[in-house]
T-cell receptor, first 114, second 112 residues
């Protein structure tokens, strides 16, 4: 398996623009997580899905952030409009619901909002 | 609210030394505890997962222990090597399939 795939790997945009981050989880994994990592706040969970259904979005900072999982093999995290304080590394992770319960992380998307 | 703390924040040791990284958590009602490694500019790689009913897990030169009642875990690295240089993160999962709450990590440097 190729592991968790994220795109783009790097994104530079200007304040006010829409940003869309993409994630393909490992096949057979039915949990998908979106995390954000910054120097100030460390790693924080934004939202997670189980069987494509959002379970906990309490970590989503505000209405500018939205996430979807239209099918088992694809998820998006959208920021509209983006702000400089959204600059961070965004990670997607997936895991099985039973058996091996380790979360597998993607390589991350490094976002810079100017 | 669960809080995870890692001590020390940074550690520099000579090659070959055995070392211990510490992790503590405030709510002992956890499902499992996981140790990850993060290399600069990379994602996280899982090292060890300890279920709440277990006391320790071992993988090669790594040994992780869990004392749930006291809210503590340690990661022991034997015979450290320069390739072990990375940030080590501890995370707890409170219920099956729920969020991971991460510590801030210990940045380890092993000097040749």
């Amino acid at each position: 398996d190729a592991g968790v795939i994220q795109s783009p790997r790097h994104e530079v945009t200007e304040m006010g623009q829409e940003v869309t981050l993409r994630c393909k989880p490992i096949s057979g994994h039915d949990y998908l997580f979106w995390y954000r990592q910054t120097m100030m706040r460390g790693l924080e969970l934004l939202i997670y899905f189980n069987n494509n259904v959002p379970i906990d979005d309490s970590g989503m900072p505000e209405d500018r952030f939205s996430a979807k999982m239209p099918n088992a093999s694809f998820s998006t995290l959208k920021i509209q409009p983006s702000e400089p304080r959204d600059s961070a590394v965004y990670f997607c992770a997936s895991r099985r619901s039973s058996g091996e319960e380790t979360q597998y992380f993607g390589p991350g998307t490094r976002l810079l909002v100017l | 609210k669960q809080e995870v703390t890692q001590i020390p924040a940074a550690l520099s040791v000579p090659e070959g030394e055995n070392l211990v990284l510490n992790c503590s958590f405030t709510d002992s009602a956890i499902y499992n505890l996981q140790w990850f490694r993060q290399d600069p500019g990379k994602g996280l790689t899982s090292l060890l997962l300890i279920q709440s009913s277990q006391r320790e897990q071992t993988s090669g030169r790594l040994n992780a222990s869990l004392d749930k009642s006291s809210g503590r875990s340690t990661l022991y690295i034997a015979a450290s090597q320069p390739g072990d240089s990375a940030t080590y993160l501890c995370a707890v999962e409170e219920t099956s399939g729920s969020r991971l709450t991460f510590g801030e990590g210990t940045q380890l440097t092993v000097n040749p």
